[in-house]
Nanobody, 130 residues
């Protein structure tokens, strides 16, 4: 599985960015994918996740109402639309796929933000909010 993120950049507070994660060697429409972020000196945290088989999602409380995770099966891509960005959203953002527990009941809520659940990771894309 190959994951390639794009769409990061620098934006002023209140602005928007759209991150994309293109998957190859992986049928995204049948699996689970997530977005994580890691700021300098902090642990990696789960931001959002989606079970592509049913469309259920998970969001970290800090991004609820501002971020939206969605799928584009035609392009085998998962996107993260980030609105009303805040300086505390500044971090390296990573796409993850191939969850070990994918498909279990309540996967998004129970496992979506658990980094050890995922077997494949992208290289990351930087988001800076000033």
């Amino acid at each position: 599985v190959q994951l390639v993120e794009s769409g990061g950049g620098s934006v002023q507070a209140g602005g928007s960015l759209r991150l994309s994660c293109a998957a190859s060697g992986y049928t995204a429409s049948r699996y689970c994918m997530g977005w994580f972020r890691q700021a300098p000196g902090k642990e990696r945290e789960g931001v959002a996740a989606i079970y592509l088989g049913g469309g259920t999602t998970y969001y970290h409380t800090s991004v609820k109402g501002r971020f939206t995770i969605s799928q584009d099966n035609a392009e085998n891509t998962v996107t993260l639309q980030m609105n009303s960005l805040k300086p505390e959203d500044t971090a390296m953002y990573y796409c993850a796929a191939d969850s070990f527990s994918c498909g279990l009941p309540g996967w998004a809520r129970r496992y979506g933000a658990v980094s050890t659940e995922y077997n494949s990771w992208g290289q990351g894309t930087q988001v800076t909010v000033s």
